[in-house]
């Protein structure tokens, strides 16, 4: 990944985002804030944000109503959800609603941040490292599809019952004659 990892901490309260960000100051993150959901919107739009962690209660907007958000703006952005009233209802409406990755609770351990967050790094990185497989893998099918469409039956392959090809005379034979025109 050639950009920094990049974390957005959303959050009204000032002081929770400073504490956050004296967690991280040692971590290998680019670090954003804000105390205003929409912001973030605007953030989000206009860069690649990892993670975002968001406070639940804010003035103008849910978290798990921003983080939805997000999600429909930019699905691969890992998110977060901070909240010092946690309830079992809350987490289950946050995680379903919002495809929510964690639910941490105020006070926070800052090694339980710590590790989520490198969780979510190595989540992100395992979905981006999916994705661009994904997108190799459809690459080659349209080039294969092409050659079938070129040369039927080039791409149709005879399998034994342990995995192994099947040459049989006359597909050898039929390969060294077009071998020996080259």
């Not at 929409?38 to 690649?48: F, G, K």
């Not at 969780?119 to 079938?148: F, T």
């Amino acid at each position: 990944m050639s950009a920094p990892f990049t974390i957005l901490i959303v959050d009204d309260e000032e002081p929770i985002r400073k504490a956050i960000r004296r967690v991280l100051k040692f971590e290998p993150y680019r670090l954003l804030d804000c105390g205003d959901p929409v912001e973030a919107l605007r953030l989000v739009e206009a860069e690649t944000v990892h993670v975002v962690i968001s406070d639940y209660t804010m003035p103008g907007m849910l978290g798990v109503d921003l983080l939805r958000k997000i999600r429909m703006i930019r699905p691969d952005t890992i998110r977060i959800i901070l909240t010092g009233n946690a309830n079992l209802d809350m987490a289950m409406q946050a995680i379903n609603e919002g495809a929510i990755y964690r639910f941490l609770t105020k006070p926070w351990d800052n090694a339980d941040l710590q590790l989520a967050l490198r969780l979510a790094q190595r989540q992100w990185e395992l979905e981006d490292r999916n994705r661009r497989l994904l997108a190799l893998v459809s690459k080659y099918r349209d080039v294969i599809d092409e050659l079938e469409r070129k040369q039927p039956g080039a791409t149709g392959i005879e399998r034994d019952d342990h995995g192994r090809i099947v040459i049989d005379d006359e597909d050898l034979g039929l390969a060294l004659d077009e071998w020996n025109k080259e």
